[in-house]
């Protein structure tokens, strides 16, 4: 499956954006999906994650409460609502993607499938 991010952009600390992961090539039916960040000179890390069809959600403690990971099925499309951002939130954003089915992990090896990243870059 070939994923596509979108979305990101500049955005003032406080402020909101909608970030978008579309399949192509094959559906997301029985994909687990998830969004990673990686800022300059750190690793990439674990964001939020949604898994097949929709009913296991899971973030990092750093976005908890403000970011909400979603799904639809029928568009083929995952998205990553972000609100009340702020710099540290500054990263190029991934969308990835691994056949559903056993435990789900929260690290970078689990995904095999993964998108071209979009930046989000927040301001003061």
């Known amino acids: 499956v070939q994923l596509q991010a979108s979305g990101g952009g500049l955005v003032q600390t406080g402020g909101s954006l909608r970030l978008a992961c579309a399949a192509s090539?094959?559906?997301?039916?029985?994909?687990?999906l998830a969004w990673f960040r990686q800022a300059p000179g750190k690793e990439r890390e674990f964001v939020a994650l949604?898994?097949?069809?929709?009913?296991?959600?899971g973030y990092a403690d750093s976005v908890k409460g403000r970011f909400t990971i979603s799904r639809d099925n029928a568009k083929n499309t995952a998205y990553l609502q972000m609100n009340s951002l702020n710099f540290e939130d500054t990263a190029v954003y991934y969308c990835?993607?691994?056949?559903?089915?056993?435990?789900?992990?929260?690290?970078?090896?689990?995904?095999?499938?993964w998108g071209q990243g979009t930046q989000v870059t927040v301001s003061s």
């Open positions: 949604i898994t097949w069809p929709g009913g296991g959600i």
């Open positions: 090539g094959r559906t997301l039916k029985s994909y687990n």
């Open positions: 990835a993607a691994r056949t559903a089915g056993g435990v789900v992990y929260r690290t970078v090896k689990y995904y095999h499938y």
